[in-house]
Nanobody, 114 residues
């Protein structure tokens, strides 16, 4: 079992920055990769970024060059640094970890005002 808890969401003006954090607990040794997803009102959940156990990172085109996914010094923490935020980035952001099963956090709201 893996538990994921996100934090760091909030309200920010367009052009601003936020850093989301995700802390994993439980069987973290089993996690192969960590992702961030987001879901805007009335839309499907969409993938944002991935970091593998080897440190490789991948980004959706919509956030490439603005968002950075990274791992903390402690293996069980993953961050999403979000810069140059746009109103279209408004969504609930979810942390996800993949082991033999995909685990999800409860989500954190990010609202970008124009």
């Amino acid at each position: 079992q893996v538990q994921l808890v996100e934090s760091g969401g909030g309200l920010v003006q367009a052009g601003g920055s936020l850093r989301l954090s995700c802390v994993a607990s439980g069987s973290i040794f089993s996690i192969n990769l960590m992702d961030w997803y987001r879901q805007a009102p009335g839309k499907q959940r969409e993938w944002v970024a991935t970091i593998t156990s080897g440190g490789s990172t991948h980004y959706a085109d919509s956030v490439k060059g603005r968002f950075t996914i990274s791992r903390g010094n402690v293996k069980n923490t993953v961050y999403l640094q979000m810069n140059s935020l746009k109103p279209d980035d408004t969504a609930v952001y979810y942390c996800s970890g993949v082991a033999s099963y995909r685990y999800w956090g409860q989500g954190t709201q990010v609202t970008v005002s124009s």
